[in-house]
């Protein structure tokens, strides 16, 4: 079992420039979560997935959209890339919403430029 | 509103003593879940520990509880026996059906030799 992935790692964007985080699961897990870690700040959600099908806002969605592509996989889509968006971003995964705890991926760390 | 607070930026502990890291929430919904989670410098989330709002009994894994009281809203996170490995970043954070899940700004953890 891998876990939760995600890809990549590391990127580097010029303001305006446009990219995809991908993160997939390999556990069933119904529920997928995209956070965004600022030094101090915790980590704050930036959209959710309940459920295969359905995707929600979280705290921070502005400047981004996500898609469930099926029931493993949940990207995150910057569409025009500002300063501001330089972060660590984490994929998370859990099998219930309430009372399950989220499994993480890696992070992919993003500076942008 | 749901929050969640952790009010020690820091903490120093001498190996093989226990330390209380401290977590309180505020939620109107009734049913929730606690949960701790450990950032090590390698930065991965680890989930560590979960208590939901009717549990009667403090959870326990290993050398983790959770010293839950719900009256006063808190969900102190209690390590025994504190190893070099311990050393870390922790994060609490709760779910509820009402709300998205949140996260504390997190408390640096260092253990002395």
């Known amino acids: 079992n891998a876990g939760v992935t995600q890809t990549p790692k590391f990127q580097v964007l010029k303001t305006g420039q446009s990219m995809t985080l991908q993160c997939a699961q390999d556990?069933?897990?119904?529920?997928m979560y995209w956070y965004r870690q600022d030094p101090g700040m915790g980590l704050r959600l930036i959209y959710y997935?309940?459920?295969?099908?359905?995707?929600d806002k979280g705290e921070v969605p502005n400047g981004y959209n996500v898609s469930r592509l099926n029931k493993r996989e949940f990207s995150l889509r910057l569409e025009s890339a500002a300063p501001s968006q330089t972060s660590v971003y984490f994929c998370?995964?859990?099998?219930?919403?309430?009372?399950?705890?989220?499994?993480f991926g890696p992070g992919t760390r993003l500076t942008v430029t | 509103a749901q929050k969640i607070t952790q009010t020690q930026p820091g903490m120093f502990v001498q190996e093989k003593e226990a330390v209380t890291l401290d977590c309180t929430y505020d939620?109107?919904?009734?049913?929730?879940?606690l949960f701790w989670y450990k950032q090590p410098s390698s930065g991965e989330m680890i989930f560590l520990i979960y208590?939901?709002?009717?549990?009667?009994q403090n959870a326990t894994e290993g050398r983790y509880s959770l010293n839950f009281q719900k009256a006063r809203k808190s969900a102190n996170l209690v390590i025994s026996a504190s190893q070099l490995g311990d050393s870390a970043m922790y994060f609490c954070?709760?779910?509820?059906?009402?709300?998205?899940?949140?996260f504390g700004r997190g408390t640096s953890l260092i253990v002395h030799p």
């Open positions: 998370a995964s859990s099998e219930r919403r309430l009372a399950g705890e989220q499994y």
């Open positions: 556990m069933n897990h119904n529920s």
């Open positions: 997935s309940a459920s295969e099908g359905t995707t």
């Open positions: 939620t109107s919904d009734q049913s929730y879940g």
């Open positions: 208590q939901g709002s009717y549990d009667e």
């Open positions: 954070a709760m779910n509820a059906l009402s709300y998205i899940p949140t």
